[in-house]
């Protein structure tokens, strides 16, 4: 898989270069490129914003560096993955789907958005996913975008050490939430581990397992207990 991300804050991808996405490029797995946005500026201040037509508060992103931009990263047929408050809800099912994706590219946008035509004009040659991380307001595309890709890269074949633990996740394939995990030492400030973890009676252990996600799950999130989105079904992609 490639990733390519064009943004006007480089330096906030950096953590594409640590841990899990830094050693799946070690391994060849995905190739990464960050692009400046102001890369396709050609005006002296390297302009990327200007006042909303209809007014209203703050600033819009402008359509033309981000049409060149778009051109000169993005083949046709690749997939254009746009973080917005107003997009459609990202979890681990679009996590899933984007993972067989040959190419992702990231537009991260700033002030008040991306002007829409941009979206519209890539939509002419690009699949076009505007997702959004939750109902909530960040200043920007980028803290998005290096979730999306954390969430879509370890479910690549040969990124994650132990494969069988994401069957084991919570939002995973059953779609409850994970059980509570422990460790050493068994006694910790006057806290212990479970009995049952301790028996050696894998069965038990599995039956208590089930029942502490099921019990999570109805305390916590009920919603996944009806919805139709938090478990996946959808394969990770085959090896390249
Ligand atoms: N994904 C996602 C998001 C964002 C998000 C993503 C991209 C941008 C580009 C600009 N802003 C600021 C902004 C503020 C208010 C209105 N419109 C835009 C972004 C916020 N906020 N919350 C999420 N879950």
New binding site residues.
Partial sequence: MRIDVVTVFPDYLRPLELSLPGRAREKGLIEVEVHDLRTWTHDVHRTVDDAPYGGGA?MVMKPEPWGEALDAVAPDGATLV??????EP?HQRLAAELATREQLVFA???????DARVAADAARRLEVRE???????????E??ALAVIEAVVRLLPGVLGNAASLAEESHGEDGLLEYPVFTRPVAWRDLAVPDVLLSGDHARIASWRAEESRRRTVARRPDLLTADVGGWRIEPAAPA
């Fill in positions: 703050g746009v973080p917005t408050p107003a997009g990202f991260c946008g700033r002030y008040e958005g991306i997702v959004s991380l939750g109902d909530y307001v960040l200043n920007g595309g803290v998005a």
